[in-house]
């Protein structure tokens, strides 16, 4: 014990006279250890604390200071109470030492035993003996700090001897708030002082790291309910001088504090009690008034917070002030931001008076202020020429948004005129302007939600409005119409406004502009009218609409041309292909329309009614559309399952058994692109059925591929023993072959939750026909169902056999150039190479080292280059995330750090003809890249792609091109270091006989032109020459991209120029 005694004397003397601060550790660490306690160490620094030199006595309270930092929390409570008294004594010391005196201070409110009482005790000498506007930045910054402690720590229930027992309570508890009731009062008894005490702390804060942590100590007294007492003033004075804030940090602040903290934090204290109403409201009002446009912002928005926590007995002495103040705001603002803000305001305070308590001997405040408001704005709307018709509107309309109540008062004294100035004109402009405000007041009807029964606010002049409407609709102009169809739309979305006699009426007239109108921005209106009447209003659709619409689609008049037939309006069709799968966002009207567009397919397929091939594919998109909208339930998903899917496959089958040589007609259902869009509809659909929906299908399809079984499909006058997936050698076999796309947008959509029946079996018959089929699209879509399947098996054995055994019988075709199906070898080397890449499979590495291989072969090699902007690209019909594959984050970064040197190192060993397939490659890969990662790693590609720009390849050339393009933005020192080689390249390819690579470079020209000043201005007027002869392009977008390239350069250094 006696050895702890001299080693601490001797660690107090190192610190305080030897000034060696690091002693202060060895100090923490001795109390740590239990070499010796903190009151020991108090007596040890006995002749320190009683010198005479006040520097002597700092250095002693300093020591004591750093130790308490990392030893309070093992101080007992005796020991906490000794260390009070014995810092609330040295506040009175000299001034030197209060730094270390509030350092002490500010841990001790941190210890969870102290004792009750002490806050108090605390806060009193505070007050009394520190004038903290005196003190500097950090001492500032530990009084606000130690005020936050105190607040917490005494009222977050935190145990004391008292209540010791209080930690294994539940806060939540009767006991539990009894404590901590007991502890806010230990607080609050200080009563006003305590809110005195801080406003003098407070007064004359600059700094704004201080005034965030003033700010929050402040939004804690007024949310915690201290008496705030005859210091209400006061305490809003100390805050609101800094009203509104101005503060701009600057640069490269390390402290990162931003103007909108301040802000944030600041409201959160004017606005914290409806007592600050007296003062606050008029201060908005006089902010108001402000020429600096940030200062009205705030002020609005603050407005519109405060407002929104008082009583309208709050607002009423001030009404006409803030009413005078928002009129002019918007009437005479240049910002939208503003008006948007004085709208807001006013919605706010329209809100807070609808919430008064009528009485009978009382005013009503409500109507009061809107007869205000509508006696300074209504008469504007009866003068649609003029400017002030919107602003008017807009406050009407804001203060109609507000309440139920506010809602009939307006639109009572609003709607009626609105309707008869409409009548009255004969302006096509000053119509449209009245019905686009009419529009907008119908949006603002505020409903209410508190009674089934209760009269509806617009119910009164609902039946003038559809006449409105209706005659807008009737017109010829394009303009008016469209306006009228938002009108409807709102009018439609206000439940159980509309009679259903009105909306049949209502869709009459969309059906007829459907038919007869040729403006596209109306025909996309009443798409859009129709989608929103149908959420709502689905019966009158099914029995009106849809019947209707059928019978159009196909009873359209017909002529004879020579031997074809030619329809007269085949855009009418078109139209209503599209809104048959506009309105099908429901089940109910699926169920519906969905039949029909089967029928426009099935008379496709059978030539019946001539329908084009284009009209099949826009019936299939209808069918997708459909897929994607349609409500997410069991019965839709069912529709799909039982109905629509097995259809569509049915339809397919039959095409592709068709004879070609028995029937004049060629099904449409067996191109391409009409097969492409009927995978997009059932991979659509597969990938939105319920899990055991989606189960039955798979096994259907699967059992329809792998075994011709066609017990489930409709029409059912199939030949038994189908074989979809066996290799024929017919002269049409790839009629059936190729359906096996139908069964990859099954299969490959489904949750990875789902089992696919046979997998074993269906993965052998897959590679298969990847392997050994000749027709395109049957091999390659055979290849993808493989991959998406293989992306989804967990890992394990059983994938890593089925890798193995693909892998070698892939790089075997592959490596024998004598082989006929090297190209379907390669094909499917790349899917299921994509396929593992997005799982990051580690099997993908043998399949890259091959690819790069491939780059050097006399057959393959471009493939090849194309083959790695397909791993890099995202498909469209399989391995998406849409269709639940496994795809990692930041899956092709990887693929670049890994590969991009294996890129460059085969490109320097390649021969001189084999080097444009590896620029190829490195193009398409940078070319899918994020541009932050393109913008890092293009200093060590840069000089390949600048070669790559050399090549006569096109392909080549225009990839590049792409990759280089978005660099230029923001372009690295190491592309500024090679400008002569870039503009030398770029310079010569403005003259590619390539369009789309003139177009491309001409955008690339343009960008250096914002280079540096100094580094592109040697070669303006190389460039200006070069830029002459894209001016006399022959293709018009070439020529638009030339004039604003040559325009910049030829500002570029001039005087008065950018």
Not at 618 to 643: K, M, N, P, Y
Request: with cysteine; proline share 4%.
């Amino acid at each position: 014990m006696a050895d702890g005694s001299i080693v601490l004397k001797s660690l107090v003397e190192e610190f305080v006279s030897g000034l060696q601060d690091s002693k202060a550790k060895d100090t923490a660490a001795g109390v740590k250890n239990g070499d010796f306690t903190v009151l020991q160490l108090v007596e040890a620094l006995g002749l320190s604390l009683t010198s005479s030199q006040s520097h002597t006595r700092a250095r002693g309270v300093q020591l004591l200071s750093e130790v308490l930092q990392d030893c309070f929390g093992d101080l007992t409570e005796k020991e906490v109470e000794v260390l009070i008294a014995f810092y609330e004594n040295r506040l009175k010391d000299h001034y030197v030492i209060t730094p270390s005196v509030l350092q002490g201070l500010k841990t001790l409110t941190k210890c969870s035993t102290l004792p009750p009482g002490s806050a108090v005790s605390i806060l009193k000498s505070l007050f009394q003996d520190v004038h903290v506007q005196s003190l500097l930045l950090a001492d500032r910054a530990c009084v606000y700090n130690m005020l936050t402690n105190i607040m917490e720590t005494r009222e977050a229930g935190k145990c004391f001897c008292v209540v010791c027992f209080a930690k294994n309570i539940n806060k939540n508890s009767v006991c539990g708030k009894l404590i901590k009731f007991f502890v806010s009062t230990e607080l609050k008894s200080l009563g006003a002082d305590f809110v005195f005490g801080f406003v003098q702390s407070m007064d004359g804060e600059r700094d704004p790291r201080n005034l965030l942590l003033a700010f929050q100590i402040a939004k804690n007294i007024i949310q915690r309910g201290y008496d705030l007492g005859k210091f209400t003033e006061e305490m809003f004075e100390v805050t609101s001088c800094y009203f509104p804030i101005d503060f701009s940090p600057p640069p490269n602040d390390p402290h990162g504090i931003t103007r909108e903290e301040l802000i944030q934090a600041l409201r959160d204290v004017l606005t914290g009690t409806p007592k600050f109403a007296e003062f606050l409201l008029p201060l908005i009002i006089e902010k108001l008034d402000s020429d600096v446009l940030s200062a009205k912002l705030d002020s609005l928005q603050t407005l519109a917070v405060c407002v929104s926590r008082y009583e309208h007995k709050d607002l009423e002495k001030f009404l006409d002030g803030l009413w005078t103040s928002l009129r002019r705001e918007v009437f005479q603002t240049s910002s939208e931001k503003i008006e948007l803000a004085g709208l807001a305001a006013l919605t706010t305070i329209t809100s807070c008076l609808s919430r008064s308590v009528l009485n009978s001997d009382s005013e009503d405040a409500l109507s009061t202020f809107l007869d205000v408001v509508l006696k300074d704005c209504n008469h504007h709307l009866c003068e649609p020429d003029l400017k002030l018709v919107w602003p008017s509107a807009k406050l009407l309309q804001a203060a109609c948004s507000a309440s139920n109540r506010a809602s009939h008062i307006i639109t009572t004294a609003v709607m009626p005129a609105l309707v008869s100035q409409y009548n009255n004109r004969t302006e096509c402009s000053h119509r449209r302007t009245l019905l686009e405000v009419m529009q907008r007041f119908v949006q603002s009807v505020k409903i209410s939600e508190s009674s089934e029964n209760e009269e509806r606010v617009l119910s009164g002049v609902c039946s003038s409005l559809c006449c409105v409407t209706f005659s807008a609709l009737s017109e010829t102009n394009s303009s008016l119409q469209v306006t009228a169809t938002s009108v409807l739309t709102s009018l439609a979305r206000q439940k159980g406004l509309l009679s259903n006699s009105q909306i049949e009426q209502a869709v009459d007239h969309l059906t007829r502009l459907l038919l007869s109108d040729e403006d596209d921005k109306v025909s996309l209106a009443v798409v859009d009218c129709a989608r929103s009447l149908a959420e709502v209003h689905p019966t009158v659709f099914i029995t009106n609409m849809i019947p209707n619409l059928k019978q159009i689609v196909f009873s359209e008049p017909m002529e004879q041309v020579g031997d074809s037939v030619q329809h007269l309006h085949p855009a009418v069709r078109q139209r209503c292909l599209s809104m048959l799968a506009a309105v099908s966002t429901r089940c109910s009207v699926a169920k519906e329309s969905t039949p029909v567009l089967l029928d426009v397919l099935r008379s496709t397929h059978s030539g019946k009614v001539g329908f084009s091939t284009e009209e099949a594919v826009l019936t299939c998109r209808s069918l997708q559309r459909i897929a994607e909208q349609v409500e997410d339930t069991e019965d839709s998903g069912r529709c799909f399952h039982d109905v629509i899917i097995p259809q569509l496959l049915s339809l397919a089958l039959q095409a592709a058994l068709q004879d070609k040589r028995s029937s004049s007609h060629q099904s449409p259902l067996v191109d391409e692109a009409v097969l492409s869009i009927l995978v997009a509809v059932i991979s659509t659909a597969c990938s939105r059925l319920q899990p055991t929906l989606a189960g039955q299908t798979a096994t259907r399809f699967v059992s329809l591929f792998l075994d011709g079984d066609v017990s489930f499909l409709p029409d059912n006058s199939f030949p038994s023993h189908i074989k979809l997936l066996a290799n024929q050698h017919q002269d049409d076999s790839w009629r059936q072959s190729q359906m096996v796309c139908l069964l990859m947008g099954c299969v490959c959509s489904l949750p990875r939750t789902v089992e696919v029946p046979q997998i074993e079996r269906l993965l052998s018959e897959l590679e298969e026909m990847s392997c050994t089929c000749s027709h395109a699209l049957s091999y390659t879509s055979a290849a993808k169902c493989f991959a998406g399947l293989v992306n989804k098996i967990p890992s394990g054995d059983s994938l890593d056999s089925l890798l193995h055994k693909t892998t070698a019988r892939v790089f075997s075709e592959l490596n024998s150039e004598a082989s006929r199906v090297r190209t379907q070898a390669f094909t499917l080397m790349v899917w299921v190479g994509k396929a593992l890449l997005l799982r990051y499979h580690p099997t993908f590495s043998a399949l890259t080292d091959k690819l790069f291989l491939l780059l050097d072969d006399a057959n393959l090699g471009h493939v090849a280059a194309d083959g790695f902007l397909l791993l890099m690209s995202d498909s469209t019909d399989v391995l998406t995330r849409s269709c639940h594959a496994d795809v990692r984050i930041m899956y092709r970064q990887r693929f670049f750090s890994e590969n991009s040197s294996k890129l460059v190192q085969g490109f320097n060993a390649a021969p001189e003809e084999k080097k444009p397939n590896y620029l190829k490659a490195l193009s398409n890969i940078v070319n899918k890249l994020p541009k932050q990662v393109q913008v890092t790693e293009l200093p060590a590609l840069l000089s390949l792609l600048l070669q790559a720009l050399t090549f006569p390849d096109q392909g080549v050339q225009l990839s590049t091109l792409s990759c280089l393009e978005p660099v230029l933005a923001d372009p690295p020192p190491a592309l500024i270091q090679q400008l002569e080689a870039l503009f030398n390249r770029l310079l010569a390819l403005t003259s590619s006989p390539a369009m789309n690579v003139r177009i491309t470079t001409l955008r690339c020209i343009h960008a250096l032109s914002y280079f540096p000043e100094q580094e592109v201005l040697p070669f303006r007027a190389r460039v200006l020459r070069a830029l002459a002869k894209p001016l006399d392009d022959k293709k018009r977008l070439v020529r638009m991209e030339a004039v604003r390239a040559r325009g910049e350069w030829f500002l570029l250094g001039s005087p008065g120029g950018r």
